[in-house]
Structures are given as structure tokens and as C-alpha cells.
């Protein structure tokens, strides 16, 4: 397997640091090498917020992200600040309920409406990072579906495991339509 | 408790599961970015244990508060970051002067004053070392990985009860809050220390009386013993004293209290040193970009190599000047305007010449940058 960096960004709130934590337990659920780290400003909520993980199956030395392969957007502010640079085949995936307006004319870009159907077909706008997840997960193959449920189950408040589900379902089959 | 498997554990969580590990049962300070989880977790964890955390008024009054537990017979930390660590520095210096064993972590942010609460940097190293004022002893241990928080923390505690004196560990923000598959020791696998007691009768008991390990036995407050414990200099009962031949005598034995211990107290790493001609010297999460730099350097047939001081103080100078034979250049990248390059340059200029890779945006040093300074003196 080659190295994988994720690059997720949005707005502080919107579960993205929750988000790259999940990614990164699914990858050790698997054996594979993981760091997680993240940037954020002085806010708890709003502000572009970032977390980033890379996967790799040997020992991982610069914790950061150097060239994305894949980057989420959840926010206008962090398309636009974080959504430049990527490897020459990465692909950028943007929530189009959030963001606006956005084009990239060297890479693949990938419009999904994540909060809406985080607020439409599951019922809670919160579960958007855990559609978003499944989104990121099927397009890739970083890690099995299974690993990734496994991880998403590991880490929610009881209770919530069957819109959390629900969530991970949606993402997974939006992956697939796209491919 | 004991049975662990690898999982995503954060730097800062690491360092409290070392701490509770090593017997700290007591835990005061005030909350900052980017140590809050440290206190965070403490406020859970040891209550569960028969521990005390408390929240303190301010940075100052949480490092007193360690400092009385101590006393107390308690194994302590605090953590904190820059602007906090500026405000315990006059407890850090009653600390080495009384000798009370204690721990201090500081997750480095980008100063001075509140600077970049988010950002990270190592811009503490000389803080760390001379932050209080008066010559004084100080151990610094800066872990460079989520699992080395956990074992250095352990470390410090050890050192804290065996030597009597203040330890820091030295994180950065990219350090602390980073997130890396683990499989944490066990608590079988873990050395523990426990500070020396008093054997004689408590009518007996001399606080300060010196025998050949250099580090007086400490009573427990509470336990019948007596003992003055003041920042002034003081004679073996603990009594200030204003003779100049004691003060001589006490300050003498506080400076090389650890001179003994030094084959125990020094920590490094090295990385490809035998045959290396560029040596890399970087600590902290800088290191881990110089090992991603090196790997590149050397598929090109450039031989570079690591040396990673892991005890930062006192600096492993003999150890340093010991691999300087093969090397032509030697650079010190860091996030700080050259504080421990300053000290490499000390130990290895008569020798070698010294070049530093300064960075201190909040950014971190990325192993591009490296490699682009070693073509650079080739």
C-alpha cells in the first residue's frame, strides 16, 4: 500500500478532528502505521479548522501532511485556503451544501451535498463528518468498510449507533455512484 | 490495566498515562493551550486512583500547590505552556533550592508573551535551563514521539524523586497533540523509583545532612519528622544561614548533584552517526523531520546522520564531542532563533562549524527544508 494523506477541513464544530481520529483507528484496526495531528485557531467553534492523517504500512517520521492525496472541504473559508494544494492525481471533495463556489482546473473535484443529507436523510446535521468519512473510505479503499464501522462504533455515544450507521451507509453509496 | 494493545493515543494523553504509571497521585495547575488535555485527563484519572487534582487560581498557585503535596510524600506533576510556564518559574527555583522533587511538563507554544496559543515551537530551551533566577540545578527530557511521552514522563518522575529536583519535559505543540498508533509498556516493563526516606528516629532526622550520594533523605510532613523548609540558604537542619562557607558548600553540591549520575541521567538517540560527514543534532518533533530528510540524503549517497539529545539538560556534551571525528558540518535545525544551537556551538566549534535551520512562524521544519540546508554547506 502506498502512503495515503488526508487532509479534512471545515469550520471548528463540524467533527472534523473526530473525523481523522476515526479514519486513523480504522488504519490501526488493520495493522497499518497512522499519525493523526491537526491545526486549528484559538476558537472552539467556527474558524478554519484542519485535521490531518496519514496511513502507511511503514514507520511514519514527518507527522504532517506534505502533498494531500485526498482533501475534504466543509466550508467556503477552507476550500479556499486549503483547497489548492494536491498531489497531481488527488481528488478534492467538497460539500457543496457548504460551499458555494469552487473549481480546481488540475485535479478532480467531487461535488456531494454532506450536511444536507446529514440533515435530510439521517435527521442530524452532526452526523455530516461521519457521512463525510464513509465518502472518503469508499473512494479510497484506505481501510475496509467493516474496519471503518467498526471504528465509527468504537467512538459514538451509545445510542446513536444506528443514525451513525445510517450515516456511514449514505457516504459509502454516494462513494460508489461517483466512481 | 496492565493488558494493552496498539492504539491511537494523543502525545498528551501519553504523558498522563506515564505519570500515573510512575505513582503521581497529585496534580495541580491551570489549564492553557496546547497542555489542557493533560489536565483534562488528570482531573479524571486520578480521582479514580485515590488522587487529588485541583484547579488552581493561576499558573503560580498550581506550582506551590505541587510543591506542598510533595512535601507531603506525594509523586506530583503540573503541566502547562509558555505564558503559564513564565509564571511558575519563582516556584521552580524554591523547588531546586528546597530540593523537593516534582515534574513539569511544558507542551511549547510559539511566544514570547501569549503569542501563538494553536502553533507550535520549541522556543522554551533556554527557559527550561535558566528561566528562575540563580544558578541551579534543572533536568529537561523532550520526548519526540507519543510513545516517548509516555516513557520520558515515567523518566522524569523517576528523576524528580531520585535527584530532588525540579524535571522538566519538554514537549511541542506537534508533539503533544499529535495522534500515533501505540502499544504503550505495560506497568511490569516499568522502572519505578521512589524518593530516599529517613531511617533515623524522627528526633534524629537532619533534612539537609549530605552523605555520599550527594541527595539528602526526605521525610514525609505529617509523619513526625521536623524539618524548616525555606528558599533562603540554608545549613543541614533546614535553618537559613547567612555563613558564606555553607552557602559556598550548598551551592557547590546543588550544581553537580547529578555529576555522579550523568551515564544514568544522559539520554540520546543516534541515527546513521559511523560514517556520517553532515550531523544533524535536532530534538522534539524537528527530529522526525530531519530521520525523513536523512533517508532521502542518503538514497543519494550524501551521509548524513542524527544525533538527538532526548535529556536536553543537563546537554549530553561529552557524549557530543565524542562523534565529531568523520564530520565536516554539523546543522541544528530547531523552531527558535538558535537556543540549542548555541550550545552545540559551544561544545563542537574548536572542532566542527556549526550551522543552524531556524523556523519560528508556528510552522513546523519540514524535511524538505532540511535537505535544501545540507546541499547547502556540501
Known amino acids: ?179 | 490495566m496492565t493488558m494493552r494493545k496498539a492504539s491511537l493515543i494523543q502525545g498528551n494523553r501519553a504523558c498522563t498515562e506515564g505519570a500515573l504509571a510512575a505513582g503521581v497521585r497529585f496534580y495541580a495547575g491551570y489549564p492553557i493551550t496546547p497542555s489542557t488535555e493533560i489536565a483534562e485527563i488528570m482531573s479524571e484519572e486520578l480521582p479514580k486512583l485515590g488522587g487529588k487534582f485541583v484547579q488552581m487560581e493561576d499558573e503560580i498557585a498550581g506550582m506551590a500547590c505541587i510543591l506542598g503535596a510533595a512535601l507531603t510524600g506525594k509523586k506530583v506533576l503540573t503541566a502547562s505552556s509558555g505564558p503559564g510556564i513564565s509564571l511558575k518559574q519563582e516556584a521552580i527555583g524554591y523547588a531546586a533550592m528546597a530540593e523537593i522533587p516534582c515534574v513539569i511538563v511544558n507542551v511549547q507554544r510559539l511566544g514570547p508573551s501569549t503569542g501563538g496559543p494553536t502553533s507550535s515551537a520549541q522556543g522554551d530551551i533556554m527557559q527550561a535551563r535558566w528561566g528562575t533566577h540563580g544558578d541551579h540545578p534543572i533536568i529537561a527530557l523532550c520526548p519526540s514521539s507519543v510513545y516517548e511521552c509516555f516513557t520520558l514522563t515515567v523518566t522524569a518522575v523517576n528523576f524528580a524523586e531520585k535527584f530532588r529536583t525540579p524535571v522538566y519535559v519538554l514537549l511541542d505543540e506537534i508533539v503533544g497533540h499529535m495522534r500515533e498508533n501505540v502499544e504503550l509498556p505495560t506497568y511490569e516493563e516499568i522502572k519505578i523509583i521512589d524518593r530516599k526516606k529517613p531511617t533515623c528516629a524522627p528526633k534524629e532526622y537532619k533534612p539537609y545532612k549530605i552523605d555520599e550520594s550527594m541527595i539528602p533523605a526526605m521525610a514525609d510532613f505529617g509523619t513526625g519528622y521536623k524539618w524548616h523548609v525555606t528558599g533562603l540558604f540554608h545549613d543541614e537542619t533546614g535553618f537559613p544561614t547567612g555563613k558564606t562557607d555553607v552557602i559556598d558548600s550548598q551551592l557547590n553540591r546543588l550544581m553537580t548533584k547529578f555529576s555522579k549520575y550523568e551515564d544514568e541521567i544522559l539520554l540520546w538517540e543516534e541515527n546513521q552517526l559511523e560514517d556520517a560527514e553532515i550531523l544533524l543534532v535536532a530534538y522534539g518533533s524537528t527530529a522526525r523531520s530531519a530521520l525523513d530528510a536523512i533517508e532521502t540524503l542518503r538514497n543519494e549517497g550524501i551521509k548524513v546522520g542524527l544525533f538527538r539529545p532526548i535529556t536536553i539538560w543537563p546537554f549530553p556534551e561529552k557524549v557530543l564531542r565524542g562523534k565529531l571525528e568523520k564530520l565536516k558540518h554539523i546543522i541544528v535545525p530547531e523552531m527558535n532563533y538558535g537556543q540549542l544551537m548555541l550550545e552545540v556551538e559551544r561544545v563542537c566549534k574548536d572542532k566542527v562549524s556549526v550551522s543552524g535551520l531556524f523556523k519560528v512562524n508556528g510552522l513546523p521544519i519540514t524535511p524538505d527544508e532540511i535537505i535544501a540546508k545540507v546541499r547547502e554547506v556540501l
Open chain 1, 1 to 179: 500500500m502506498k502512503r495515503w494523506e488526508f487532509r479534512l477541513s471545515g469550520s471548528g464544530g463540524q467533527g472534523l478532528i473526530t473525523a481523522g481520529i476515526i479514519l486513523g483507528e480504522a488504519a490501526v484496526l488493520e495493522g497499518k502505521e497512522v499519525v493523526q495531528s491537526q491545526s486549528y485557531g484559538p476558537e472552539a467553534r467556527g474558524g478554519a479548522s484542519k485535521a490531518e492523517v496519514i496511513i502507511d504500512t511503514k514507520k511514519i517520521h514527518y507527522p504532517k501532511v506534505v502533498l494531500p492525496d485526498i482533501i475534504l472541504a466543509m466550508s467556503q473559508e477552507a476550500a479556499q485556503k486549503y483547497g489548492s494544494e494536491i498531489k497531481e492525481n488527488g481528488i478534492i471533495v467538497i460539500d457543496s451544501s457548504m460551499v458555494d463556489d469552487f473549481k480546481h482546473d488540475k485535479v478532480k473535484v467531487l461535488k456531494i451535498p454532506i450536511t444536507k443529507l446529514a440533515k435530510d436523510e439521517v435527521g442530524k446535521t452532526f452526523t455530516a463528518n461521519i457521512i463525510a468519512i464513509a465518502f472518503l473510505v469508499g473512494l479510497t479503499k484506505v481501510v475496509s468498510f467493516d474496519s471503518l464501522k467498526q471504528a465509527v462504533l468504537n467512538r459514538i455515544p451509545k445510542g446513536t449507533e444506528a443514525m451513525n450507521t445510517k450515516a456511514m451507509e449514505i457516504g459509502w453509496q454516494w462513494s460508489q455512484e461517483k466512481l
